[in-house]
Nanobody
Framework: EVQLQASGGGLVQAGGSLRLSCAAS????????IGWARQAPGKEREGVSC????????YYSASVKGRFTISSDNAKNTVYLQMGSLTPEDTAVYYC?????????????????WGQGTLVTVSS
């Protein structure tokens, strides 16, 4: 059974940084992808980043490219999302998700497995 556990959310001031973690279990081998998506109040869920765990390929949405970095520690089965230059517009519940591959575009949210969310609040 695939399980995803997201953590690391919190309150941060605009311009600050935060690192989210996603602990994954239940996968066989490393031929899968882990992504991060977020949902702000009153808005639809949107993908922000995805990583192919096997080869390390990464993808970012236009809204976070250059500010967020996704990485994977395969020994720990954990994927990280390092977020920098945060703005109040980044305030959302962040979810980690998984599937056999990353969506065609990083903004998409076609994942079969989802973890619980972790709230990120950026104050101005």
């Amino acid at each position: 059974e695939v399980q995803l556990q997201a953590s690391g959310g919190g309150l941060v001031q605009a311009g600050g940084s935060l690192r989210l973690s996603c602990a994954a279990s239940g996968f066989t081998g490393d031929d899968y992808a882990i992504g991060w998506a977020r949902q702000a109040p009153g808005k639809e869920r949107e993908g922000v980043s995805c990583i192919w765990v096997g080869d390390g390929g990464t993808y970012y949405s236009a809204s976070v490219k250059g500010r967020f970095t996704i990485s994977s520690d395969n020994a720990k089965n954990t994927v990280y999302l390092q977020m920098g230059s945060l703005t109040p517009e980044d305030t959302a519940v962040y979810y980690c998700a998984a599937d056999a591959s990353c969506p065609l575009y990083a903004e998409r949210v076609e994942y079969n497995y989802w973890g619980q969310g972790t709230l990120v609040t950026v104050s101005s």
